[in-house]
């Protein structure tokens, strides 16, 4: 009797290969023939769940934005659980953001493939869709932490935008440095940054709280 293969454990196996390709040689590799060696399968057996390589690579680059999602969902609920200001809310934070950068060898290979297709995009238009979509939801989520972070002044939302795109570039910033100097960005050194970007933010809150009860 033909061993009956699932669909989705096979596309899944396939995204895998691209993964590990993608993150040691870079996305330029990541063909159909090299993705099916990779994964050890026959080309016609790829092409069975993927018709070009463009659809294997958006199919890729969504797959790894649909878990970066995931998780950094997850880790807002449970920032919201905690009251801010203490220990316990500003653990939270850390923990969310740390989704973000390649501190375990599964962050580091996600973060190097999610970095490699963003950059892609830009010269790539068949991937752009995913790079918009990529910026839109994380940056949803780093909003919220901000507005969980700042309390609002005269400038508004306006204020909070600002504050959302600093954080956004200062996790961008340290996730490219640690991917391309892990011996001198650790995960101690990228939590010792963090603590100060988050202590500018309480200045800033201070401020702001000041400001509101004048």
């Known amino acids: 009797m033909p061993k009956i293969v699932d669909a ?18 870079g996305l330029e590799r990541a063909s159909l023939r090299e993705v099916a060696d990779e994964a ?17 690579l958006v ?7 649909d878990s970066l999602t995931v998780r950094l969902t997850d880790a807002l609920t449970k920032m919201r659980a905690e009251t801010p200001g203490t220990l316990q809310h500003h653990e939270a934070v850390l923990t969310l953001l740390g989704e973000l950068l390649p501190l375990d060898e599964r962050r580091a290979v996600e973060a190097c493939v999610w970095m490699a297709f963003r950059s892609a995009a830009r010269i790539r238009p068949f991937l752009a869709v995913e790079s918009d979509r990529s910026h839109r939801e994380v940056a949803a989520i780093i909003g919220q932490v901000i507005t969980a972070l700042v309390t609002e002044d005269g400038g508004g939302q306006q204020s909070l935008v600002v504050e959302a795109e600093r954080l956004l570039a200062t996790m961008d910033g340290l996730c490219m ?9 650790t995960a101690e050194m ?6 100060r970007h988050l202590a500018g933010l309480a200045a800033v809150a201070a401020v702001n709280v000041g400001v509101l009860g004048e």
């Open 59 to 65: 199919y890729s680059f969504a797959t790894v934005v």
């Open 40 to 56: 050890g399968l026959a080309v016609g057996s790829v092409r069975h769940y993927f018709a070009s390589s463009e659809e294997l």
């Open 8 to 25: 989705e454990a096979r596309r899944a196996e396939v995204v895998e290969a691209v993964f590990r390709i993608v993150a040691v040689d």
């Open 190 to 195: 990228c939590r010792e940054v963090l603590e």
């Open 177 to 185: 440095h640690a991917l391309l100097q892990p011996e001198w960005m």
